[in-house]
């Protein structure tokens, strides 16, 4: 495949609702949708990431754009791609970034598999056709708030339910949620919004059968994360600690964790994670796959990935219009029940919704890739 041009729209899609997490609140989700073309005109899409401020990794939808256009794509530039395994490599001159590389490569897969006549997940070793998914609820106001959301979702299937808490949102919530569902698979994130001298609170937090806190501690925080995991029976588990194999291979060496977040956009693409989830599924550690509050696309290559049998533990992916009025893509994936269907199409398996991306488009930039 020789990649002529590369379309970026950039988006604003406001939320049906603000997120509300540790960092901050969230009332749109900027992003850009990435296209990129073959010399035959196939189309392959992705979803850059990255949030309008740095505060859960560095990168940001104007960084990563830059990234994107200044450093990344002009390492493709009349290049021939065999396979979207490659990009990887070719990216690693450039580091860091990960957001920015995985718009790319995930677009570079959707594309190989269109060209290829094959659907992504089969292209990436997944098997399951429905999957088992959960949700993430950020921040309430107040308890009650909470308790109702919660009882939405479970009355609408989902098997799974994590709570964003920080300091003062975290021990009452999640005991009032206990108490009226004993037996939720129910798990806290808290955006690295504690450390070491919180202690006594988040071994209080051990008493109530979470599946798993999140991210506890800074982000860098691979030894606190270790000294913690030893003195709790809860799995704690690392997000935005782990950008890449590597991460996972220190913060099994060191004890930091008993399960991972996987979210490709975050450890570069669809290559990393593969490693990782093999590596995860060698050490036994539990992955599962985390979510970006995606637009449809996104969400495709996430139930793609997690199609695989690795993932044993429900994802967050949850229907799309938990967070958008409309989607981009005119498929709803099927939500039933608590479950999703993986697209079988080819690539991502859903097509593009050009008069709603037109609805959220801010502008359209074509860089051409051809002239060496
Ligand atoms: O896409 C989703 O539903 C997951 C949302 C979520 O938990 C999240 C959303 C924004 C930033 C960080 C996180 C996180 O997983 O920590
Ligand atoms: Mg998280």
Redesign the pocket.
């Known amino acids: 495949m020789k990649l002529s041009q590369v379309n970026l729209y950039q988006l604003a899609m406001p939320l049906v609702t603000p997120?509300v997490?540790s960092?901050g609140v969230?009332k749109e989700k900027p992003f850009y949708l990435v296209e990129v073309v073959e010399e035959n005109g196939q189309k392959g899409y992705g979803e850059l990431e990255a949030?309008a401020v740095p505060d859960?990794t560095e990168e940001t939808s104007e960084t990563a754009y830059l990234i994107l256009k200044h450093h990344l794509l002009p390492l493709l530039k009349g290049e021939d791609i065999q396979h979207p395994r490659e990009i990887k490599e070719r990216f690693s001159s450039i580091r860091g970034n990960e957001m920015a590389k995985a718009a790319v490569e995930s677009a570079v897969w959707d594309l190989y598999g269109k060209c290829k006549h094959r659907s992504l997940a089969s292209l990436l070793g997944g098997s399951r056709q429905i999957i088992d998914v959960g949700?993430?609820i950020?921040i309430q106001e107040n308890t009650d708030t909470l308790l109702e959301l919660v009882s939405k979702y479970v009355d609408a299937g989902y098997t799974r339910v994590?709570l964003?808490i920080k300091p003062g949102f975290d021990k009452e919530p999640i005991q009032a949620i206990r108490e009226k569902y004993p037996t939720l698979v129910l798990m806290a994130?808290a955006?690295s919004a504690y450390t070491r001298s919180d202690i006594k609170l988040i071994k209080e937090l051990d008493h109530y059968q979470l599946a798993m806190i999140?991210?506890p501690f800074g982000v860098r925080d691979f030894l606190d994360h270790a000294w913690l995991q030893k003195q709790v029976q809860t799995r704690i588990c690392l997000?935005?600690n782990i950008r890449s194999l590597s991460d996972v291979q220190l913060a099994v060496a060191l004890g930091s964790c008993k399960a991972v977040?996987l979210?490709f956009s975050r450890v570069g693409g669809l290559t990393e994670a593969l490693e990782i989830i093999s590596y995860c599924d060698q050490e036994d550690l539990l992955v599962w796959c985390?979510?970006?509050?995606?637009a449809g696309v996104g969400?495709a290559h996430?139930l793609a990935l997690a199609s695989r049998s690795e993932f044993r533990f429900p994802g967050?992916?949850?229907q799309t219009s938990?967070?958008f009025e409309s989607d981009i893509v005119t498929s709803d994936f099927s939500f039933k029940e608590g479950k999703m269907s993986v697209p079988n199409g080819f690539g991502i398996g859903v097509a593009i919704d050009f008069k709603q991306v037109d609805k959220f488009l801010i502008q359209k930039e074509t860089l051409l890739l051809s002239n060496k």
């Not at 985390?290 to 995606?294: I, Q």
């Open positions: 997120f997490t960092y969230m949030f859960y949700v993430s950020g994590k964003k994130d955006n999140e991210q997000d935005e977040n979210k985390g979510g970006m509050l995606e969400r996430n967050d992916i949850s938990r967070y």
